[in-house]
């Protein structure tokens, strides 16, 4: 088991908890997952990945950072006419 300190267990957050916090479900976080900057887990129970609590702010940085797939210059033509 992996402590902060004097043997208080460390508090792990999965993606369930990181969806309720940023408002997306829980698809949305699985699929960030796959691009290329997000916060790799620390921990995987049972197949299902865990990150620290107080990785939370990296994970908002990401978001903020303006994430691959996001913003100008992408997806499919507009239609003309």
């Known amino acids: ?4 300190d004097a043997g ?3 508090l792990y957050i999965g993606q369930a908890g990181i969806a309720r916090e940023f408002g997306v479900t829980r698809q949305a976080v699985s699929k960030w ?3 290329p900057g997000f916060p790799v887990h620390d921990v995987e129970v049972d ?3 865990g990150w620290l609590a107080a ?3 990296e994970v908002r940085e990401w978001l903020a950072s303006g994430r691959p797939g996001q913003g ?3 997806g499919r033509p507009r239609k003309e006419g």
């Open 55 to 57: 990785r939370l702010p």
């Open 72 to 74: 100008a210059g992408g």
């Open 8 to 10: 208080a267990p460390a």
């Open 47 to 49: 197949g299902v990945p």
């Open 33 to 35: 997952r796959g691009q």
């Open 1 to 4: 088991m992996v402590t902060k």
